[in-house]
Each structure stands twice: as C-alpha cells, then as structure tokens.
C-alpha cells in the first residue's frame, strides 16, 4: 500500500503562484509515477502533470510552460510549482501514485485561483 498526503493548497490571485506537496509512505519502492489530477466543479477529473521514476514528464496543454512537476527522492515528495496561476486552474487538485498494477489518491487539496 502507498499513502499520500498532499499540502500546499490555497486562495491566490490571477498570475500569482503556489507550490503543492506530495509525500508519499508505505511501499513507495513500487511506485514507478506519479501524478498531479485536478476536477473542478462540474468537471471529470483530468491529469495536470506526471513523472515517472525515471524522471519522463509530462504535462497538459493547458499549463505547459506555467506548471512544472518535479520530486526529492530523499523525502519521497512530489512537488508541483503552479505559476502564472489563472481562474480556469481552479479545482481540487489530487495526488496520484500507481504501483504494480494499483493506483492510490491522497485526499485533495483545494486551489482557489479569485481577485
């Protein structure tokens, strides 16, 4: 089993920034990606961007060249810089890890992108 526990959430303006957090436990020797998904209201949950354990990332269209996934193997944290941050970013964003052939979701974090 993987557990996730996401943090960094919030309320920011139009064009500001914010950092989200991903700590992984358990058996994280399995993970081989992960990801940050999002789902707005009224919206099916969609993949932001991921990363394998090889380090391949991807992104999509609607925040490449604004989000930037990135990990500290030494902490087992996923990280996602959000920059440039617009209303349409906002959604509950979710951590993802899948291992062997399981997916495991943290419990969500809230960004409110409002002036």
């Known amino acids: 089993q993987v557990q996730l526990v996401e943090s960094g959430g919030g309320l920011v303006q139009p064009g500001g920034s914010l950092r989200l957090s991903c700590a992984a436990s358990?058996?994280?020797?399995?993970?081989?990606?992960m990801g940050w998904y999002r789902q707005a209201l009224g919206k099916q949950r969609e993949l932001v961007a991921r990363?394998?354990?090889?380090?391949?990332?991807n992104y999509v269209d609607s925040v490449k060249g604004r989000f930037t996934i990135s990990r500290d193997n030494a902490k087992n944290t996923v990280y996602l810089q959000m920059n440039s941050l617009k209303p349409e970013d906002t959604a509950v964003y979710y951590c993802n890890a899948v291992h062997g052939s399981s997916w495991s979701w943290g419990q969500g974090t809230q960004v409110t992108v409002s002036s």
């Open positions: 358990g058996s994280i020797f399995s993970i081989y990606a």
């Open positions: 990363i394998t354990s090889g380090g391949n990332t």
